[in-house]
């Protein structure tokens, strides 16, 4: 598997680290336990189209948001996540 | 009370041992050179402020920050792209340090000073390429990978940064490569392993190539 960083070109997967699930949104300071509860742990096990943070700790340490099938392995976008190149984020 | 004399060394002091290693009985394929001594001050943007960076680095540098994995070469230092929104400045001779940088880019950038954390070792000769093709998985064919190109990679799991440089005066290719102080010796063996088979000339040099 390779991934085209959007700062870097196209990489090979050992420069990239997984985090996990981009999708989960971190809830406002007042939320229930059960809320925190599902943002802390609860994860969909996708087949299919999913979001994911990646990190390309080997290149240049920039955090990634990448849509991948899980069924084929087929990477359809690759963008800096937010906050990360500012610059570029959006151009 | 003792005194002390703090001596700064390079970080392959003990592993570089100058001349010849592997292969013998050719002319020396690879030949990798040290170069000790260097300022390498790290530039990195505040969040939104790399245009602020980019004009604060024309002005001081004349010669345009690198924004994509570039290395520039300006009169008196090289720009060396390591990242979304930073880059390196590698000199020689004290003309960029720290606090003179940290005065000319205080407004938009964090800076912090590498000059003793990293290695730098220049990779030349006939056989560079092929040497380096056991290591990198980048391509470094002269058609897409020119003077002046950079990259942030990892070699050995270890992360370095590399580009080329100015062609020595026989023509050869020169790859740069700036590796984290602690792993330098342990890249330098890895770079030597592979580079035995075609006979190695080994150097260091108080100058950029």
Not at chain 2, 2 to 28: C, I, K, M, N, T
Not at chain 2, 62 to 85: F, N, T
């Amino acid at each position: 598997m390779r991934i085209v960083c959007p700062f870097c070109g196209e990489r090979e997967l050992g420069e990239f680290t997984y985090l996990g699930d981009a999708k989960p949104v971190r809830p406002a300071a007042g939320a229930s336990e059960d809320e925190v509860f599902d943002y802390v742990y609860l994860r969909d096990n996708v087949a299919g189209e999913t979001s994911e943070h990646w990190y390309h700790g080997g290149g240049c340490r920039a955090w990634l948001k990448i849509a991948r099938n899980t069924l084929t392995h087929e990477i359809s976008s690759v963008e800096p996540a937010a906050g990360v190149g500012a610059a570029k984020v959006g151009a | 009370m003792a005194e002390f004399s703090w001596v700064s060394r390079s970080p392959l002091q003990h592993a570089l041992v100058a001349g010849a290693y592997g292969a013998r009985d050719v002319e020396p394929g690879v030949s990798l050179t040290e170069v000790r001594n260097f300022e390498l001050i790290q530039i990195m943007a505040r969040r939104g402020r790399w245009a602020d960076l980019a004009s604060a680095a024309k002005t001081r540098f004349g010669v345009a920050a690198p924004d994509v994995p570039k290395a520039i070469q300006s009169p008196d230092a090289a720009l060396i792209w390591s990242g979304p929104d930073q880059f390196l400045v590698l000199s020689k001779g004290g003309k960029h340090t720290f606090a003179p940088l940290s005065q000319a880019f205080s407004q938009s950038a964090s800076l912090s000073d590498q000059s003793h954390a990293r290695a730098l070792i220049g990779v030349s000769g006939a056989k560079a390429r092929t040497m380096l093709a056991k290591l990198s998985s980048i391509d470094l064919h002269p058609t897409v990978f020119p003077i002046g190109a950079a990259a942030a990679t990892s070699i050995d799991h270890t992360s370095v940064n590399l580009w080329r440089g100015n062609d020595r005066p026989d023509g050869q290719a020169v790859f740069n490569l700036l590796v984290f102080a602690t792993f330098a010796e342990s890249l330098w063996h890895t770079i030597l392993d592979a580079a035995a088979e075609y006979g190695v000339s080994i150097a260091y040099a108080e100058e950029l190539a």
